[in-house]
């Protein structure tokens, strides 16, 4: 058979049937999935369906153990991530695998770079890393600064380039989102599109399903290793989407049982940080759930470490219960009931080598501590009570947290808290890279403890989950937060305005 | 079925330094010279003697270890303890007073070391390497760059090394061994069971989430050098008592062999992984070799070698478990 003919008909990528087990544990039973030349494929499923194997089988990390992969129609058989690249298939990890301290350039040409008889050759290094930074439309990226001091968005973009380099027929993309803001997060499906029109095939994982929708133009989903369906994006509703995910109907997202403002609990008058926030102010009442949003760099998250006394404050007061409390330490603002989730759960927020019994009663040793001792057994009942409060998925307390999905982890920090007691949370993006299932847990838990009389304070870059939760949202921006308003009297489009400085224009226009 | 797979989990951990242990005492055992000399009552009380300094001394850089730190002083806070112990009893000082004193000054060692790490934000490594030249050459001021020996012995402390007594059997032991053994026990009991024991794995599995959890990771940090400046301060005693003598030269090295003993017993030296009674088994076990060496009439060179090769081994065990059992996963 003639090649040209074969090729109009012949799908870029063809997956057919993959399966992949480890040991007793089935990761993948029979995958299916076709990705034509040019088009934008969302890959959606929750943590464990599959989604990071099936990549890695793409990449060349894993070989299938059943199935066959072919590329523009001929078989595809990846040993290895470097040859799946030069066979024209490039992966963006989630996690960035950038060398902070080598620059753009080095990092773009990272194990590829030109040589001649092991010189380097300098000169075409840098016309390579200019083309790709070119390609997707940020030629101004400075070649020579070392990645460790960009942005994480920019840090993500000299990623995408890196991947350019050797001119790739499918680029496949884990969350590539994930850390990146609203503006941030346009340029890049900006730049997919870019690559799109020149006819690369892109594979786009994410879990945010709106995001899906914006980029791509067909889908699959995954469950269980196997995939589940695929259709094309415009004609399908998200409902039906998730409804494949999960296997069941999501009647409610967002709860939200009523409840009632009381007492403020947490009074910030004109909180200023060394750096950021610039000015702060805000009261958060027992029983509501204050939203902040702005773009990544607007100063939430050093807002709620400041409050919390991670960092110090350089201006301001904060009262407690109506209690002065502008100087403080972690260890007295958790003795005084305050608690704060992590925007980093790997970096910061959980002792990934300790067991899940440590981390969730890490700042409340007890019950049961007597003389600074202990109480092993105590301490392993409480862990398990959250567990099971918390439906942790996790073989016992004893189990390093680290083992965990990004779901459950999230589950433990968040436990911590509840098994302190504290009454004022400060959610730093608590949702951040979990999966839909563990995602509408935690709406639903903030909703049932928000009807307890708690106070929260939820820090979130995915505007949905800040309209769907909270009573009030406020916005920050270059350090300084907006008017803290109910939900209902903003607009989407009023908060996006200003998240980005816009808010007055807005009005006038 | 869920108490069982805990239990098997903890128990791994826990006995693979005993495992090492039996690997030696078994291929000694192999051995028809070694079999007849080795394993003997007074044989072992020798070697328990032999490995009290270092014990002692695994003891406070366990915490360190497992803390995420290190403490490169030790060997030269031994010496510098050394001889202040023969300083004190040459100024007609008793037991308790040399004993405390001496304590207390490897703890303020200790203090220091942690306080300049703490205060100024400073790598473990440079300020206890600066602390290492800092006390052997304090020591040696001290003694006048000779050893020191007290005109009159104190009996009680030259007696806590002293397994001279009945050597052909193995009790009774010397009390430094008693007391190396009762601290041990403490020791274990307050890293495994106490708040501060789990602060201190906390610390050293992250920092940032112990600093998260209202930990206060400052003070603990100076408390765990502090700690460990008085064993070392401890093992500075029991050197004295070995010689009988104050000697600012002794102990070069000893921190790398104090470390080994900590690393052989499964700690981690990028922190929040260790246990006391691994440490202390690696310190036992670094004994037996240099013991059994030593019976075979091997030469130094020998020993060195062995010991090298049993630390990368023991070590390099964590990292060949995992791949042996992708290997037969594989080939089944």
Redo the contacts between chains.
Sequence with gaps: MPVDDSSALEPRLRVERVAKRFGTTVALDGVSLEVASGEVHALIGENGAGKSTLMKVLSGAHRPDAGSLTLDGQPFEPSDPLHAHNCGVAMIYQELNLAPDLSVEENILLGREPAALGWLRRGERRRLAKRALEEIGQPQMPLDTPVRSLTIAQQQLVEIARALVGEPRVLIMDEPTSSLTQVDTENLFGVIERMSRRGVSVIYISHFLEECQRVASRFTVLRDGRSVGSGAMSGTALDSIIQLMVGRTVDEIYPRTSRAAGEPVLELCGVAGLAKPSRVDLTLRAGEIVGLFGLVGAGRTETLRAVFGLDRLANGIVKIFSHEATRSTPAKRLANGVGLLSEDRKEEGLLLGRSIADNLTMTRLGPGTHLGIVNGTAQAAAAGKWMAKLDVKASDAAQPVGELSGGNQQKIALGRLLHHEADILLLDEPTRGIDVGSKAQIYRLMNELAAQGKALVFVSSYLPELLGVCDRIGVMFRGELSEVRPVADWSEAEIIRAAVGQADAGEAA | M?LA??GS??FLKAVRPFVGLFVVLLLFAVDAELRSLFFKGGNFKTILTQTVIVAIGAMGMTLVIVSGGIDLSAGSLVALCSVVTAKLIEHGHGFAAVLALTVLVGGLAGLANGGIITAFRMMPFIVTLGMMGIARGLSKWLANNQTVNPDEPLESVNRLMDNSQSPLTFFPLPDGVWLALGLAVLMT?VLR??????YV??IG??E?????????VNANKIAIYALAGAFFGLAGVMQFSRLTQGDPSVAIGLELQIIAAVVIGGASLSG??GSIPGSVIGAFMMACLANGSGIKDWPNYMQEIIIGVVIIVAVGMDKVEPMLQRFF?RGK
Excluded: P
Excluded at chain 2, 193 to 198: A, D, H, M
Excluded at chain 2, 208 to 215: E, H, V
């Design positions: 869920k797979q805990l989990r903890d009991v069971s106490t708040v501060f024991g789990r794995f906390a599995s992250n940032d989430t112990a600093r998260l959890c209202g930990i206060r929040g992984a996963r």
